[in-house]
């Protein structure tokens, strides 16, 4: 006679996170997510209140700051969203461990290290950005063969690519700075970062995703996402890209405003009409900061040519980054953890605190260019991050530790 008593569910295990891609590479983007903030806002509060001492390292703490987030931080997302998501794109099996695991050790081990560098170890930016440098290289040797092994052309999967590749140049440059050329490539890193990065890897699978994920579960909802949207960004960012590199910032205006444009144009033919899921909304609305972003950078070029002021500074960027980035992060990152463990597709309250904090983080990112004392806005603005995202990383690095609740693999 078999025992009719429900066996219990197995508890957490650093096992299964091999046992898929966005598994490893997101509970390594979470980690990364607030080991990253909690060093940067520690060094924004002894910067501003010297009672608090940290070691300024070398490189210079900002530089620092933008590579370990565009480099380390987000690309764990990313990465760990490509592994699975370009053989389903191009029809071919998924990827075994072995080619996945590389990668998410790169990034992880290379953040850690490049981090305690920052705190002290005086080996540890070469050994972070080394290891950052394998973790890179390796996701691009395993996503490549894809793309020449399908039989057709799928043009998201080679725009993604196309992002990749830059964003290891950008890597290649901070290198080169760190073997010690011209800081001139520090600028090259970061710009690249953002441009040539996270903004054309971020809009392409918004352009491949939002339109489908609204198709399922919105009645009546048309998709709409044409190619010409893609082939006239992808110009444009590298437009100002080549504006920003050459400090050619009062002739920004020339590409952001097709930029504003489409991004407009984006978020006004996809946003769906009525009902729509909480998941679902949440995406559009971090979309929604796309064309903010591009409102304030065609102001601060156009105030610029006129007045030879910088209005504004990093507030465009930061809308960008914390904004966009940050939003989009969030809901997608939401979205498929969701789905992919068995769970309903909703919001859970952390999930939902994360979001609507960020919003007041990018908000305070921004304004903390034209307050007074703008160092402690900023340290403000790190310090909510850290307190928007903390209770959200927690429950998902949960999930990723956990099998699915419906059984299934994955």
Known sequence: MQNSTPRPAPGMSPAILGEAPHRLMFFIGATNVLLAMAWWAAWLVSARWPGFVMPQPSPFAGWLHAFVMQYQVLPSFFFGFLLTTFPKWTGQPDFERWRYVPVGLGLFGGQLATLLGAVGWEAGIMVGLLMTIAGWFAGLVTLAPVLWREQGTTWHARSCFAGLALGFIGVLAWT????????FWVFVSIKLGTFGLLLPVYVTVAHRMFPFFASRVVPGYAQWRPMWLLAAFWPLALGHLILELFHAYGWLWIVDVPLLAITTLMLWRWWPRGPKPEILAVLFVGLAWLPIAFALYVGQSIAYELTGIYWLGRGPA???????????????????????????????????????????????????EV????????????????????????????????????????
């Open 318 to 368: 930061h809308a960008l980054f914390i904004g966009f980035f940050g939003s989009v992060l969030v809901a997608m990152v939401t979205r498929v953890t969701q789905g992919h463990s068995g769970r309903p597709l909703s919001m859970s309250p952390t999930a939902w605190f994360a979001f609507v904090a960020i919003q007041l983080v990018a908000v305070t990112r921004v304004v903390a």
């Open 371 to 410: 307050a007074p004392d703008a160092m402690a806005w900023q340290a403000a603005a790190a310090i909510g991050w850290l307190v928007a995202f903390a209770p959200w990383v927690v429950r998902i690095g949960a999930i990723y530790l956990t099998p699915r609740i419906d059984g299934r693999p994955g």
């Open 176 to 183: 080169a700075f760190n073997l010690g050329a011209s800081p």
